[in-house]
C-alpha cells in the first residue's frame, strides 16, 4: 500500500533551548535561510507524501502562519521586481495538504499520535518528529522508511546507533539483521538504566512508519515513563506480537531540540548552501587559526 499521510508531532514545550523557545517554537528556528519545519516537510513531500497533519499546541500559531499566503509580502516582491523570490514564497502554501490540531492536554507522544486517528484512518502512515531534522545526499530519511515498509509490510523503526554510555538516555532495540542496512525488530525498552536490561546500542531516531492497528493500541496504553501516554510503549506491543523492521538510516541527524544541535545544522546546511557554502568555509578556516 502506498503511504501518502504523514504526522509531525511539534507540541514540545522545547525547555532544552530555553529561552529562546519562550515564544517561538523551536521548530520555526532557521536553519540558514528555512525554519526546521519546511526542512521536515520538504523531506516528507520528497518522499511521496501529499497529505500532512502538524500537531501543534498553544503558542505556535507561526508555524499555520509560515504554510499560508502572506499576500502583502508577496506583492512587495513582485513590485520590486524580485519574481524568484516571490515565487519561492507563494510555492510554500501549496507544498502539501498541510493540517494543523492542537494537542491540548500534554499527555506524552503517544497521546499526540492518539489524536491523528481520524486524520489517518486505516491505512499506513509516516512519522516524523518535529525537532529532529536529518540531511541525506541520497534518498530522503522516511522514503528510505517507506522503501522498507513496501518489501515487509511491517512497521518500520528509522534508528542509529548510540555510544553504551548514552543508552541509558533513549530507547533500546532487540534487533536481528536482515540485509544490508535492515534489521528486525521484536523488543525495545524505554531508557534502560541497568547493563541487563540493555537490548542493543541501536535506538530509534526521529522517524517510524506504522500500521494503523497502532491507534487500538494507543487507546489501551496506560500512562508510562514521566506518567505520560509513551509512544514507545504501543509500538513495543506491536514489535513483540507481530515484529517491526528497522533501518539504520543513511543521513545526518540534527537535534534541533538541543543547543549544539541548531549549531552544527546551520554550519553543516550552510556549507552546503549555494549562497553562504564559500563566505563560510573560508570563515571557519580563519577562526581554526584562532583556536
Do not use: W
Amino acid at each position: 500500500m502506498k503511504i501518502t499521510k504523514a504526522i509531525i508531532p511539534a507540541a514540545g514545550f522545547g525547555t532544552r533551548v530555553l529561552p529562546a523557545t519562550k515564544n517561538m517554537p523551536k521548530e520555526m528556528f532557521p536553519i540558514v535561510d528555512k525554519p526546521t519545519i519546511q526542512y521536515i516537510v520538504e523531506e516528507a513531500v520528497a518522499s511521496g507524501i501529499t497529505d500532512i497533519l502538524i500537531i501543534t499546541n498553544r503558542g505556535k500559531t507561526l508555524m499555520a502562519d509560515h504554510f499560508d499566503y502572506s499576500p502583502e509580502l508577496e506583492q512587495a516582491l513582485l513590485k520590486a521586481g524580485k519574481d524568484d523570490l516571490y515565487q519561492q514564497i507563494h510555492d510554500i502554501a501549496n507544498i502539501a495538504d498541510i493540517t494543523f490540531i492542537r494537542q491540548k492536554e500534554m499527555k506524552g507522544l503517544g497521546h499526540a499520535i492518539y489524536k491523528a486517528k481520524s486524520f489517518v484512518g486505516n491505512e499506513p502512515f509516516a512519522v516524523l518528529f518535529g525537532d529532529g531534522v536529518i540531511d541525506c545526499d541520497n534518498t530522503p530519511a522516511i522514503k528510505q522508511l517507506i522503501d522498507v515498509y513496501g518489501e515487509y509490510g511491517k512497521g518500520v523503526l528509522g534508528v542509529k546507533k548510540v555510544p553504551e554510555s548514552e543508552i541509558h538516555k533513549y530507547g533500546s532495540l532487540k534487533v536481528e539483521p536482515l540485509h544490508d542496512n535492515v534489521f528486525k525488530c521484536t523488543d525495545m525498552v524505554e531508557k534502560p538504566q541497568r547493563p541487563e536490561d540493555v537490548l542493543s546500542l541501536y535506538s530509534i531516531t526521529d522517524r517510524v512508519v506504522l500500521p494503523p492497528e497502532i491507534f487500538d493500541i494507543l487507546e489501551h496504553t496506560k500512562p508510562g515513563a514521566g506518567n505520560e501516554i509513551q509512544l514507545t510503549d504501543a509500538m513495543k506491543v506491536i514489535a513483540q506480537r507481530d515484529g517491526m523492521t528497522a533501518v539504520e538510516i543513511d543521513g545526518n541527524r540534527f537535534d534541533i531540540g538541543n543547543k549544539f544541535g541548531i549549531l552544527e545544522a546551520n554550519i553543516e546546511v550552510g556549507l552546503k548552501h549555494p549562497e553562504t557554502k564559500e563566505q563560510l568555509r573560508a570563515y571557519i578556516k580563519e577562526l581554526a587559526k584562532k583556536l
